[in-house]
């Protein structure tokens, strides 16, 4: 049997692999921990899902400064 990676003809080879795209919408989650989110940060468009999470990543996380 073969292995993924390997370059001899018989083997799959890890490039040749192919997946068809999802018919499913893209999941989103939550920059601070890692849950469903509903919302994007205004700022720097990152993903969370509470007001806590907001002012987690507002506090400390949050990538783009407005002078």
């Not at 940060?41 to 949050?62: E, I, K, M, N, P």
Request: glycine share 10%; hydrophobic share 35%; net charge positive.
């Amino acid at each position: 049997m073969g292995h993924l990676w390997g370059a001899s003809g018989s083997d799959l080879g890890l490039f040749r692999v192919m997946e068809a795209p999802s018919r499913l919408p893209q999941r989103h989650f939550c920059a601070v921990c890692g849950f469903p989110s509903a919302y994007t940060c205004v700022t720097c468009g990152a993903r969370y899902c509470s007001s806590r999470c907001l002012g987690t990543h507002q506090d400390t996380r949050c990538l783009k400064w407005t002078v």
